[in-house]
């Protein structure tokens, strides 16, 4: 099945500092890839749908202006989170779509991306 | 938009136990549904994908069905074993497919714990 990666795993950052996670689609294209947050003994929640060669569209609450999504690639989407803060630790998990043969989307997630400011 | 809510939020059975987890929706209009797995810390492990035309699909010992008229989901486990021990979500498409680019709607999760 298709695989999506993210990088890095795991991540511990000073405040005030920004960090870069890579979600990549191995083995196809995905024209929209989808970034989720889950917070402790909480479900995901959507933060933003990141679109290639398009600004992505972020969900109620989330400052586009902190959490910065590049999706320069078919392959390829950044979420940056500047200026991190003890708050923004969170698990952090993106996804991308596949056509399946039924003509249904099935969505395949990355393993997540710990990340913990200091 | 949907909403997607699942109960109980922690189940506890000992091993061998036959078990059923579940999952309501409040749109009919459902393209599909996704069951996952996720253990501690890590990410989600899709188990089943029920497409808006099935009523059910299996998968070893897992057994998922969709009823659209009463907007439920059920996860069926047979003869459960400690492995089975995680969080089970239930997710579906936030809205209409037809860009194909629809994120998901994730339920709170079952915390499932299998005694041996």
């Known amino acids: 099945g298709a695989v999506v990666s993210q990088h890095p795993s795991w991540v511990i950052c000073k405040s005030g500092t920004s960090v870069k996670i890579e979600c990549r689609s191995l083995?196809?294209?995905?024209?929209?890839m989808f970034w989720y947050r889950q917070f402790p003994k909480q479900s995901l929640m959507l933060m933003a749908t990141?679109?290639?060669?398009?600004?992505?569209?972020?969900e109620q609450g989330v400052e586009k202006d902190k959490f910065l999504i590049n999706h320069a690639s078919l392959t390829l989407s950044t979420l940056t989170v500047t200026s991190a803060h003890p708050e923004d630790s969170s698990f952090y998990i993106c996804?991308?779509?596949?056509?399946?043969?039924?003509?249904?989307?099935?969505?395949?997630f990355g393993p997540g991306t710990r990340l913990t400011v200091t | 938009k949907q909403e997607v809510t699942q109960i109980p939020a922690a189940l506890s059975v000992p091993e061998g136990e036959n078990l059923v987890l579940n999952c309501s929706f409040t749109?009919?209009?459902?393209?599909?549904l996704q069951w996952f797995r996720q253990d501690p810390g890590k990410g989600l492990t899709s188990l089943l994908l029920i497409q808006s035309s099935q009523r059910e699909q299996t998968s070893g010992r897992l057994n998922a069905s969709l009823d659209k008229s009463s907007g439920r989901s059920t996860l069926y486990i047979a003869a459960s074993q400690p492995g089975d021990s995680a969080t089970y979500l239930c997710a579906s498409p936030r809205g209409p497919m037809d860009t194909g680019r629809r994120a998901l709607t994730f339920g709170s999760g079952t915390r499932l714990q299998v005694q041996p």
């Open positions: 083995d196809f294209q995905a024209t929209t």
């Open positions: 996804s991308a779509n596949e056509l399946t043969g039924l003509s249904s989307y099935e969505q395949y």
């Open positions: 749109d009919s209009a459902i393209y599909n």
């Open positions: 990141s679109n290639e060669g398009s600004k992505a569209t972020y």
